[in-house]
């Protein structure tokens, strides 16, 4: 039977899950991270591993009853393994990971998410399940100032209750974003670990190529990994979208199924239109070399133009209908 609380949070009015109860499966092997990355991810797991030894055997829970959540930020570009590696740690204690999408709360729950936030931590607690706030910058942003409207208030209060579920939560909850300046001050200091996740280098990018494909899988002699890992510079996402590219592009040619194989060729396709993908999704009307800029700013100038030319005659026109009114004037006080 599903947990009651579950499907409260799996939505009424939707079939979308909100809060999504996973039984990890991949450890910290299956993920290839740049060196830094992954020492403060050990450094992140040894202060999981030791928080008996501090808070309970040297007896740091007397003098700090609260801030004993293991809050860790897992910050960096989409596709580098955040969410790989909260799965990794909840493998390593041999927990389930709660991955709460905060965007789908807030949207279909507005003026209950406060208590969904609640209820989350509380079936975390039930299950002894490692939280993971997936782009929590949406839930962790920083607090306004201007109550004037209602949103605002509502906003506002959700990362206060935030702040206090995590004051009194005693497990691991990892906070995933790609943009962490958007946090709220206040999170800085709840948060034990910030682990910045970058951009593979050429030798992860090398053993992420291998990892992405299986024993089965047919691959010619042409195929030149380290090549790729060096010549495109590209997250482990994004290698693992190129490699499906290239392999749906090598299944696609004409012939028998049994000689069909991934060439050289099908991984370069596919890194190619990858990366051109992201660069067409990063445009945007704000970019300077954007014809649609160019226009708003021509228009923006025609209106400064048309505003100094108009604004003399404006004036003109002002002074002489004050000049007739008070003509008129003194001509009707002197009848």
């Not at 808070?55 to 393994?81: C, D, I, K, V, Y």
């Not at 996402?237 to 590219?245: E, S």
């Amino acid at each position: 039977m599903s947990n009651p609380i579950l499907r409260v949070l799996s939505g009424t009015f939707d079939s979308r899950r909100i809060v999504e109860t996973v039984v990890p499966q991949r450890t910290l092997d299956d993920v290839v991270l740049p060196p830094a990355t992954r020492r403060s991810l050990d450094q992140a797991l040894a202060h999981v591993t030791q928080h008996d030894l501090i808070f309970n055997r040297w007896g740091l829970r007397e003098r700090h009853p609260t801030s004993l959540a293991l809050a860790f930020n897992f910050a960096g570009a989409p596709g580098t393994g955040k969410t790989i590696c909260a799965e990794a740690i909840a493998h390593a204690l041999g927990r389930r990971l709660l991955i709460v999408r905060y965007d789908q709360v807030e949207s279909m729950w507005m003026g209950e998410t406060p208590k969904n936030i609640v209820t989350t931590f509380r079936l975390a607690r039930k299950e002894n399940a490692v939280l993971l706030f997936d782009e929590a910058d949406s839930i962790a942003s920083r607090r306004a100032v201007s109550l004037d409207h209602g949103f605002v208030r509502e906003t506002n209060t959700v990362i206060n209750v935030l702040l206090q579920e995590i004051e009194r939560f005693n497990g691991v909850v990892i906070f995933a974003t790609n943009l962490a300046a958007n946090f709220d001050p206040a999170f800085e200091r709840r948060i034990r670990t910030h682990v910045l996740f970058e951009l593979p280098g050429a030798p992860e990018r090398e053993r992420i190529w291998q990892l992405q494909l299986h024993a089965r899988t047919p691959i010619a002699e042409d195929v030149d990994f380290r090549a790729l890992a060096e010549r495109y510079e590209a997250s482990g996402g994004d290698i693992r979208n190129a490699v499906l590219k290239a392999a749906m592009g090598a299944a696609a040619e004409p012939g028998a199924d049994g000689l069909k194989v991934i060439h050289q060729r099908h991984f370069e396709e596919g890194i190619r239109e990858v990366l051109a993908a992201k660069r067409v999704m990063k445009q945007s009307l704000m970019e300077n070399t954007s014809p649609a800029t160019e226009l708003v700013n021509e228009l923006k100038r025609g209106q400064h133009q048309l505003s100094a030319l108009t604004l003399p005659a404006v004036m003109m026109t002002s002074v002489s209908a004050l000049v007739v009114a008070l003509v008129a004037l003194a001509l009707a006080l002197s009848h």
